[in-house]
C-alpha cells in the first residue's frame, strides 16, 4: 500500500519519454504540473484544467489520456509519452507532425499537442481510420484558431488516403 | 483550478480498500479513472479529506460472466469493455450506449464503474444498466451486497453507496441478440446528453424505454409496440425534467417525444 499525505512531497519516478526521471510531488499535483514545473516538459500544454479542451493529452503506458485530470501520484512508475518524443532527436519531424505542418493543421499551435498524442495512440490501433471515425477522436479537442479541417486533412494523409 | 490538498492511499488489495473505507467513511473519495471526480476536485465543487486510489487493484480489472450476468470490475476501464471481443453479442445495449459516454480520450481512462458511482442524471451507463435490468455489487467490512440499479441510484449525483462501501462491480445481464436501440441528443458527440434514451425489446410487443436528461435519475418503463407514441406523450408530461445553460425542461421533454419512438422502432425492428 502506497501512502501519501496531503503536505509531503514524494519522490516520484516515472519513464519520460524513454528517460527514467523523478521528482517531488504532492498528492494534489497535477500531472501536466508535474511534466512542465517538476520535469521541465513544457511541450504539454494546459488548457481547461478540467478535461473538456484536450490541450493537455499524453500517453500513459501507451494509452492518451487527460494529464489534468491524473495526478502525478497516480502514475508513479508508468510509461509517460509527450509530444517531445515524437520528433527524432536531431529535429526531424515525425511523419504525424509533417502531414499537420503539410496541411495548416496548426496556426498558433496551443491545442497541437494534445492533439498530436491523441492521433499516436488512436492511429496505432487503428491505422486505417475512416474520417467519421477521425472526427470522432478530434470531438475530444478545441482548437480555437485554425479549425479543424486541416487536422483532419492530416490525419488522412498521414493514414495514407486521399 | 486546483484541488484543495488530500491524503493519496493507493491500496493493492480489495481489503486494503475496505478496511480503508471502514476507518474513513464519508472523508474519503474513491478514485478510478477520475475523470468525474478529478474535475470536480478541480473545479473545487466536491473536497477530500482522503483518496483511496483503487485503480491498481488487479482483481477489479477483470471481466467475467458468471451465472447469465456480466460482471464489470471497479477498474475495468470504459475503452476495455469497448474492446471487449464479447461486448456487441453479450451486451448490445452497452455496446450502443460506450460511444456516446466521453471521448476517446476519457474512456481510456474513466471506468465503467466509475460512471455509476458519479451518477450523472443524464450519464448513458447508469441509463443502460437500469434498462438492462442490471445491479451494482458493494462491499464493506460488514459485507456484500447487490443493488438493483433502480435501488441504487437515488437522485442527482446521489446513491444508495454508504460511506463505508466500495463499488466493486456493476453486472449486466446477458441479452444476446435482443432488440435495442440507443440514441441522444449533445450540443457536441461525446459531452453531456441533453438527453439520452435507451430501448431493449422484451419481446415484439414490448419495449423497456429509459430516459436520462428528464429527472435526477434515469426513468424506466415497460411499453406495448401499440400505443407506443402516446405512452410516451403522457410520460412526457409526467416527466419534470430540468433547465440547465444547455436546454429548457420544455425542450428536453420536446425532443424526449420525438427521439423516444425511433429508439422504440428500432429496437423492435432489431427484435424481430
Known amino acids: 500500500m502506497r501512502r501519501i499525505d496531503r503536505n509531503e512531497r514524494a519522490r516520484i519516478s516515472v519513464t519520460l519519454n524513454g528517460r527514467k526521471l523523478s521528482a517531488d510531488a504532492e498528492?494534489?499535483?497535477?500531472?501536466?504540473?508535474?511534466?512542465?514545473?517538476?520535469?521541465?516538459?513544457?511541450?504539454?500544454?494546459?488548457?481547461?484544467?478540467?478535461?473538456?479542451?484536450g490541450s493537455c493529452t499524453?500517453?500513459?503506458?501507451?494509452?492518451?489520456?487527460?494529464?489534468?485530470?491524473?495526478?502525478?501520484?497516480?502514475?508513479?512508475g508508468r510509461d509517460i509519452k509527450t509530444v517531445e518524443s515524437l520528433a527524432a532527436p536531431d529535429g526531424a519531424l515525425n511523419?504525424?507532425?509533417?502531414?499537420?505542418?503539410?496541411?495548416?493543421?496548426?496556426?498558433?499551435?496551443?491545442?497541437?499537442?494534445?492533439?498530436?498524442?491523441?492521433?499516436?495512440?488512436?492511429?496505432?490501433?487503428?491505422?486505417?481510420?475512416?474520417?467519421?471515425?477521425?472526427?470522432?477522436v478530434l470531438g475530444g479537442h478545441l482548437c480555437r484558431c485554425t479549425g479543424y479541417a486541416g487536422i483532419v486533412a492530416a490525419i488522412e494523409e498521414v493514414a495514407g488516403r486521399d | 483550478m486546483k484541488p484543495r490538498p488530500f491524503d493519496y492511499i493507493r491500496p493493492d488489495t480489495v481489503e486494503e480498500a475496505v478496511?480503508?473505507?471502514?476507518?474513513?467513511?464519508?472523508?474519503?473519495?474513491?478514485?478510478?479513472?477520475?475523470?468525474?471526480?478529478?474535475?470536480?476536485?478541480?473545479?473545487?465543487?466536491?473536497?477530500?479529506?482522503?483518496?483511496?486510489?483503487?485503480?491498481?487493484i488487479a482483481t477489479l480489472d477483470?471481466?467475467?460472466?458468471?451465472?447469465?450476468?456480466?460482471?464489470?470490475?471497479?477498474?475495468?476501464?470504459?475503452?476495455?469493455?469497448?474492446?471487449?471481443?464479447?461486448?456487441a453479442t453479450k451486451l448490445p445495449l452497452v455496446a450502443a450506449a460506450l460511444p456516446f459516454v466521453g471521448h476517446f480520450q476519457t474512456r481510456n481512462r474513466g471506468t465503467v464503474c466509475g460512471s455509476m458511482a458519479h451518477a450523472d442524471p443524464s450519464s448513458e451507463l447508469p441509463l443502460a444498466l437500469a434498462v438492462a435490468g442490471g445491479e451494482i455489487v458493494l462491499r464493506s467490512r460488514r459485507g456484500e451486497r447487490v443493488l438493483a440499479a433502480g435501488d441504487f441510484q437515488k437522485d442527482m449525483l446521489t446513491t444508495a453507496r454508504a460511506g463505508d462501501e466500495l463499488i466493486v462491480a456493476a453486472r449486466f445481464p446477458v441479452a444476446n441478440g435482443a432488440g435495442i436501440a440507443f440514441r441522444e441528443v449533445a450540443r457536441r458527440h461525446g459531452d453531456f446528453a441533453i438527453i439520452a434514451v435507451a430501448a431493449l425489446a422484451e419481446d415484439k410487443n414490448t419495449v423497456r424505454l429509459g430516459v436520462g436528461g428528464?429527472?435526477?435519475?434515469?426513468?424506466?418503463?415497460?411499453?406495448?409496440?401499440?400505443?407506443?407514441?402516446?405512452?410516451?406523450?403522457?410520460?412526457?408530461?409526467?416527466?419534470?425534467?430540468?433547465?440547465d445553460l444547455h436546454a429548457s425542461a420544455a425542450m428536453r421533454r420536446d425532443l424526449f417525444r420525438?427521439?423516444?419512438?425511433?429508439?422504440?422502432?428500432?429496437?423492435?425492428?432489431c427484435a424481430a
Not at chain 2, 30 to 53: C, H, K, Y
Not at chain 2, 64 to 87: F, H, K, S, Y
Request: glycine share 8%; aromatic share 6%.
Open chain 2, 258 to 269: 420525438n427521439l423516444a419512438p425511433l429508439a422504440i422502432e428500432e429496437a423492435l425492428r
Open chain 2, 19 to 56: 478496511a480503508l473505507l471502514a476507518d474513513y467513511g464519508e472523508d474519503a473519495r474513491v478514485l478510478a479513472g477520475g475523470q468525474s471526480l478529478v474535475p470536480m476536485l478541480n473545479l473545487r465543487l466536491i473536497e477530500a479529506r482522503v483518496l483511496i486510489d483503487i485503480s491498481r
Open chain 1, 95 to 136: 511523419p504525424l507532425q509533417r502531414a499537420f505542418h503539410n496541411n495548416h493543421a496548426l496556426q498558433c499551435g496551443f491545442c497541437t499537442p494534445g492533439i498530436l498524442m491523441s492521433f499516436t495512440d488512436f492511429l496505432a490501433r487503428n491505422p486505417r481510420p475512416s474520417t467519421a471515425e477521425i472526427r470522432e
Open chain 2, 214 to 243: 428528464m429527472a435526477g435519475r434515469p426513468m424506466v418503463r415497460r411499453l406495448g409496440a401499440k400505443d407506443a407514441a402516446d405512452a410516451v406523450a403522457a410520460w412526457a408530461e409526467d416527466l419534470e425534467g430540468y433547465e
Open chain 2, 62 to 87: 477483470v471481466i467475467r460472466e458468471r451465472d447469465g450476468r456480466i460482471e464489470i470490475g471497479a477498474a475495468v476501464t470504459q475503452n476495455t469493455l469497448m474492446a471487449w471481443p464479447q461486448l
Open chain 1, 27 to 53: 498528492p494534489r499535483m497535477l500531472l501536466c504540473d508535474f511534466l512542465r514545473h517538476a520535469l521541465g516538459a513544457t511541450g504539454t500544454h494546459v488548457g481547461c484544467e478540467h478535461g473538456v479542451c
Open chain 1, 58 to 76: 499524453v500517453l500513459i503506458d501507451g494509452v492518451a489520456a487527460r494529464s489534468c485530470l491524473t495526478f502525478a501520484v497516480q502514475v508513479e
